[in-house]
């Protein structure tokens, strides 16, 4: 955990600096922006003052040389800060506030070319100040008639830039056309010598032909406001400490139940147990259903009942189904070859079935295994609808092809019923415990497992009981003819070494017997059947049966 929360600080701190760095760019350029404008902002204050004034002297009617419009002229030039002169001039002559030495002549004033405003009688022209260009506001009323401001431009750019980029940086105001009539711009750096700036911004003026220039020193302008603030290294720290908890959080915490299967497989933590199938009639072993364990590192075991509809619904069935032929095949190849009858059974769901490369994929799992296909038998569940009965029969085809036996699994449980006994096309009908249950106590149910008996005889399909746990169960399935069977009252599921183990003990035959003697389970001592009616208790029939096999 403390690895994780010194992890997370360094990075969160360097991202948050990084990210800081990127605000403080993205900021200066939005300044940057901002005051490019506040140029033209500036000027356009300028040029507005000097309208008003000039409009104000029209309405006085003080457009004339006279000496008493003239002494008024001067004086608005004395009260407005961003003047500098008026020129005034019509048929009658012209005349100027102030003719000193530093102001353009009088005739330069009114032949300088004029660029229009949005306003009409509003032009603008470069003109001359002190050797230097300057802003000119012309107004014309009349034919032949016009005032015309001469504007200070001096001081007009000189703040615009803040002191940490005034040595680094040029402000200009141009008319249209690049025609200077304003700048700013150190003669010397404070490292030395005349700047080149590298990146440069305009703006221009909606009321005005005034356009607006900013350069600047892009390394200057990188290095602008990004110093940190402690602040932004506290929030940092204090962010990185929550997301270090946070990892260990999701880290530490249980995975998802998906996750952990996932995991099982990949560790081989699925394995195959197996339960042997009996057959009836000589209690021979004659075959075992593969059934998936997960059994954990620890020793642990998890329900089937948990983890296969979870892996169904996740889609990691296919590989439980690998995970347990793949298992089984090399635990069992000497036992295969000493027992070349047994068969081995497996369950698959219907979309497992009914999927497009099915077959393709089960002979290429088979392969793998070292299984023979001949000992094979799918069972299909059914837990889930055959929704293709067509695809379903064509794929039992393909399988009895490859040697490959199909069984119905669950019959008379799931969505299927009798229909699938009709038209799947099957050799195994497997009765489920649910009827095994009280196929001796319940004259209904014996009736449905009979039905189910005679029907698949019709069909030439095989019978196989799940979940035989008592003698009663196991004599009334016989007598009904059932075939085949399996359950507790033989063996429960069993790791290979046992089942196996199991194989080896059984008698020559392959033979199942009860524990009190050798003779076959499913018959007394004197020969009576265990066949009980409802009503009556089985003649001969042991209490609490265990199964063993004859050394």
Known sequence: ?????????????????????????????????????????????????????????????????????????????????????????????????????GFSDISEVLSAPRLVSRNPRISLFETRQDGKPGLGVSWSFEEGAEAAAILVTDSLLFDILPAELRDFGEVTLLLEGHRQVASYRPEISSIGGRREFDDIRQARSPRYPLISVLGLDRNVLAAWNQDVPIFVDIVAIAFAAVLGAVMGHLLMRPQSAEAELRKALRLGEIRPYFQPIISLGSNEIVGCELLARWIKRDGTMVSPAQFIPLAESSGLIDGVLEAVICGAGPQLTEMLAERPNLKLSFNVTPEQFLGAAFVTRLCELVHRAGLARARLVVEVTERQQITDFARARQVTSELREHGITVAIDDAGTGHNGLSSLQTLGAAYVKIDKLFVDAVATDHRTRTLVEMFVTVAREFGMMTVAEGIEQAEQLAVLKALGVQEGQGFLFSKPLPVEDFIDLLRKSNRGGKIVSLDGPRPLGSSPSGQSLVRSPDSRPLGAPEGPHIKCCS
């Open 1 to 101: 955990m403390v690895v994780l929360i010194c992890l997370a600080a360094l990075g969160s701190l360097g991202g948050t600096h990084f990210l800081y760095a990127r605000f403080i760019d993205a900021w200066n350029d939005k300044q940057v922006g901002e005051l490019t404008q506040r140029a033209i902002t500036r000027a356009e204050l300028a040029v507005d003052q000097a309208v008003i004034t000039l409009g104000d002297l029209l309405a006085e009617g003080h457009f004339s040389c006279d000496p008493a419009s003239l002494s008024i002229i001067r004086r608005a030039v004395f009260s407005t800060g961003a003047i500098k002169n008026i020129v005034v001039a019509d048929h009658r002559g012209s005349c100027q506030a102030f003719d000193h030495a």
